[in-house]
């Protein structure tokens, strides 16, 4: 795995920054695989951000799961940095991007 695309698959796993990756190397599939899980732990951030406009329910989910979300985030770039392609837990299996 040359640099670029290392920094791609460790940007892919911060927010919006996923897009940075699928721009720059659409074709390589390690980023690819990076760049699905990014896309999905991204999509699920924005559903609790909405999700913690709810009162009350909203305030105790949406936290919770922007922690996780987080912490799926960290996992994804510890793996990047030690050279691995291991799914994530529980959003791993999800394929948005063929």
Known sequence: MDSNSKTYNILAYI?????????????????KFNVNQGLVLFIIEVAA?????????GWIVGP??????????IMGIINVVNGLQKEL??????????
């Open 15 to 31: 927010g919006i920054l996923f897009l940075v990756g699928m721009i720059a190397a659409p074709n390589d599939q390690d980023v």
């Open 49 to 57: 951000g909405i999700i913690s406009l709810i009162p009350i329910i």
């Open 64 to 73: 919770i799961v922007g922690i996780g979300c987080f912490v799926l985030s």
């Open 89 to 98: 837990p529980i959003i791993g299996k999800i394929k948005i991007l063929k």
